[in-house]
């Protein structure tokens, strides 16, 4: 079996939840999202069939608390029936994985088990 998945970072994500908007992909995967709205979060549990991970953060105005919680509340529980998990990071900004301080080692580690669950994401949907 094919599969195209696809990653976001940023407003990435954006692009990833436009793909999935039209069945373009398989997987998909974000990390501290931007430019979605809590109306998008629907949207996403309404059309999109690709199973979804997204990487989130403490600190991050443009995926903050209340966005996180709607995620989990739409998506989260079952209820996006291809699956969905968030990972949080704690102690971390929006962009640590792809522009944190790597001498920080709360920032290093949050970066590669970003990457981690993301591989893995992959893989458990083979």
């Not at 692009?15 to 949207?43: M, R, W, Y």
């Not at 509340?73 to 990972?87: D, I, M, N, S, T």
Request: proline share 5%; charged share 25%; net charge negative.
């Amino acid at each position: 079996m094919k599969l195209i998945d696809a990653i976001g970072f940023c407003y990435g994500v954006r692009l990833v939840f436009n793909l999935a908007f039209e069945h373009k992909i398989d997987v998909a995967v974000g990390n501290h999202p931007s430019l979605l709205q809590l109306e998008d979060l629907d949207t996403y549990a309404e059309k999109a069939i690709a199973p979804l991970l997204l990487n989130t953060c403490e600190t991050d105005s443009q995926f903050p608390p209340e966005k996180q919680t709607k995620a989990d509340a739409v998506l989260g529980g079952g209820k996006f029936k291809p699956g969905y998990e968030r990972k949080y990071f704690a102690g971390v900004v929006h962009g640590f994985s792809v522009r944190g301080d790597l001498n920080d080692p709360v920032v290093k580690a949050a970066k590669e088990e970003a990457f981690k669950y993301s591989v893995e994401w992959f893989i458990k949907q083979l």
